[in-house]
């Protein structure tokens, strides 16, 4: 069989302890975006995801919410296939490590392992992080409070666990594993994780308890019902089981599929993918994976989005509000893998306006609306092209090279900032050829030329947008009377075609909404009636205004979720106030007077959202929170009548 021609792409597999939020998608959206690359390419794809079902963490939210751990599990599953399919995620393969075939291809394997002398029983004492499923290193464990070990992952205490355990022989691989990384220095993207890496491993490893007795639910140790296998021990077998392994009829399934080509996650589990998982590897006598795609984390503030840290976006909410589509090109464009990146509603919002509406969407719009003014939807092939035709197409030959470049790191924030750029120049051509100004028209042929190297320009964009933006892709390519095939490999035709396509134009609808506009502008209210320094118990005599002029101010509700001092003043308070889907937001208020800190902590509020940002003693506030000032003189905030979805506006 072929092995060069096919892409193997996998996610981390999700604990299905809650629901999916927003970093979950990031994971599976950059492999989607990888899985449609290779596709594009003419590749045979396989792109596996699927949920981690077992260990004490879930079985711990099981008991907490009176389920049964399996009936727990399965309620959750759902919500992560019904995020998958509404974000478009071409997934091949869904796993769950409850299923029959993982847990029988697990216990064999560990029975394999155990015959080759590289698992045995012994005793163990470890500290142990329940949420990160976790054990530390004795280093690690030196970072104490009241005596107790605290995570370096998550922070939380950790749990000493004290008891007879199977073993890994993890200490065998330290040579093999410093070998590895030093002669495939591309394991890992970005490159700068496989420094920590190495660090971790020349550090020292130990072997690693692999079973658990105070735990039932996982998937029990071959011929020891006693112990459960540790979690990791058999979730990371999932990438193995999920093509085949250890099932005697898929034997040439695996081996058309194993090794992977690219395995997605976050930072926060690199370790146990690029230290435990290629030693398990090792032990089985099986390949390594290619390469692993280590994303940092999306942020809110300054804390990594989580459900457990109550800061975490309903990703559901955010494409009603902004679409499939513009979601997956903010988050895959602008969360750059090498850090973490912090999400702002308000950017993805700035993004979408000028990016997709104005740079992309606005430029098909002039093209379709030229041709269709002057009567020319069907644009027939230019064999000989003009030189400023060749200009354009040169540059985007450059440009490819480049992407393909950054794409074959999976650096897709500086691939597509680059496409960005020759977008730019795309509008630039268009801008200096002005084929609206009469001269144009009285020359057809110009005209039509004009418009063929703008339209051979946009389908080149649309099909290296594909990964990112499928569904809106496929219609741009559609109103130029093309489509983007995937059986033969589009990107080598790109490279070599010198734009003699023809295109059958049809005029769409705009591909991309504006946001915020309206709301934005003009904001005709007095700033000061709103500001709570100038409220005053004089009657003020404020004009009448009519419901237009009101719909204009952004009533939000928020939570308090920080409040801190500021050195130079006795009045200001700075709040960090989450707005649910439409992010966080520093905003300052003089209340420190009024109310202690306590007193704001968790509170629901009524903010003005769209006031312009301004500075205050050099802390940049953006909006500002509504209060009424009592009899006595005190400022009471104002509040909702129950909780509402922090982000609501009030109408
Ligand atoms: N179950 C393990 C993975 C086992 S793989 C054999 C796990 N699950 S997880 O649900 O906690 O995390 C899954 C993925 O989501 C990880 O790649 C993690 O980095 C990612 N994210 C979770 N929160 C995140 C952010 N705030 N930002 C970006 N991604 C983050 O770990």
Redesign the pocket.
């Known amino acids: 069989m072929d092995h060069k021609n096919k892409f193997y792409v996998t996610t ?4 299905v302890n809650a629901k999916p939020h927003l ?2 998608l ?2 599976t959206l950059l492999a989607d975006a990888a899985a449609r690359w290779h596709a594009l390419q003419g590749e045979k794809v396989f792109f596996m995801t699927g949920t ?1 079902e077992y260990g004490q963490k879930i079985a711990q939210a099981a008991h907490k919410a009176d389920k049964e751990p399996q009936e727990f599990v399965d309620s959750f599953l759902d919500s992560f296939k019904d995020l998958w399919h509404a974000y478009n995620i071409n997934y091949t393969f869904f796993a769950r490590t409850t299923s029959k075939h993982h847990i029988k291809a697990v216990q064999d394997w560990l029975k394999k392992l155990i015959e080759k002398g590289e698992i045995y029983k012994s005793f163990y004492t470890a500290w142990y992080c329940v949420h990160c499923e976790a054990y530390l290193t004795d280093k690690e464990a030196e970072n104490q409070r009241n005596g107790i070990p605290l995570c370096p992952t998550c922070g939380r205490e950790t749990q000493q666990v004290s008891e007879e355990s199977y073993f890994f022989r993890l200490s065998a691989y330290q040579d093999r594993l410093l070998e590895f990384y030093k002669n495939c220095p591309d394991f890992i993207t970005p490159s700068e994780r496989l420094h920590e890496v190495v660090r971790f491993v020349e550090s020292g490893l130990k072997d690693l308890s692999i079973s658990r007795t105070t735990l039932s639910w996982g998937i029990p140790f071959p011929d020891d019902e006693m112990h459960v296998t540790y979690v990791w021990a058999e ?2 077998n ?1 990438y193995i089981t999920s093509v085949g392994y250890g099932d005697p009829h898929r034997k040439d399934e695996f081996e058309f599929w194993w090794p992977a080509d690219l395995q997605v ?5 690199v370790r146990f993918h690029a230290v435990y998982w290629p030693a398990f590897l090792m032990a089985s006598g099986l390949a390594l994976p290619k390469k692993l795609l280590v ?1 940092g ?2 942020k809110i503030g300054e804390q ?3 459900k457990s840290l109550g800061n975490a976006i309903d990703p559901h909410l955010l494409r009603e509000t902004y679409g499939t589509d513009p979601v997956r090109y903010y988050l895959i464009r602008y969360m750059a893998i090498t850090h973490d990146s912090p999400f702002s509603s308000g950017d993805l919002e700035n993004r979408i306006n000028s990016d997709l509406a104005d740079d992309l969407g606005n430029l098909l719009n002039r093209v379709l609306i030229l041709a269709q003014k002057n009567n020319v939807m069907h644009i027939e092939k230019f064999e000989n092209l003009e030189l400023s035709e060749i200009d354009l197409r040169d540059l985007f030959w450059s440009c490819l090279e480049v992407f393909e470049y950054d794409m074959s790191d999976y650096f897709f924030h500086r691939a597509y900032a680059n496409l960005w750029a020759f977008l730019k120049n795309l509008n630039h051509y268009l801008h200096v050829q002005e084929p609206w100004k009469k001269s144009a028209k009285s020359d057809p042929e110009k005209l039509k030329r004009v418009i063929s190297a703008a339209c051979h320009g946009l389908y080149a964009v649309a099909v290296l947008l594909w990964p990112v933006m499928p569904q809106t892709m496929e219609k741009l390519a559609e109103c130029l009377g093309l489509t983007i095939p995937l059986e033969n490999n589009i990107i080598e035709q790109l490279k070599s075609e010198p734009w003699h396509r023809e295109f059958n134009l049809t005029v769409c609808p705009p591909l991309f909404e504006k946001y915020g506009v309206e709301e934005r502008e003009g904001i005709v209210i007095p700033k000061e009636t709103l500001q709570p320094e100038k409220i005053t118990t004089e009657e003020k005599i404020i004009p009448t205004i009519s419901i237009d002029v009101f719909n204009q101010v952004e009533l939000v509700v928020g939570t308090i979720e920080q409040v801190e001092d500021i050195a130079k003043s006795d009045k200001l308070y700075v709040l960090q106030v989450n707005f649910g889907v439409r992010g966080f937001r520093q905003i300052c208020s003089g209340i420190k007077k009024h109310f202690a800190k306590e007193d704001l902590l968790g509170k629901q509020g009524i903010f003005v959202f769209n006031l312009a940002p301004r500075k205050m003693i050099g802390y940049e506030s953006n909006g500002m929170m509504l209060l009424a000032e009592s009899e006595d003189g005190t400022l009471k905030m104002s509040t909702i009548d129950g909780i509402v979805t922090n982000g609501t506006r009030l109408r």
């Open positions: 981390p597999i999700y604990y970093g979950s990031y994971s981690d979730a990371l999932i996650m976050g930072k926060d589990i994303h984390w999306i990594k989005m989580s």
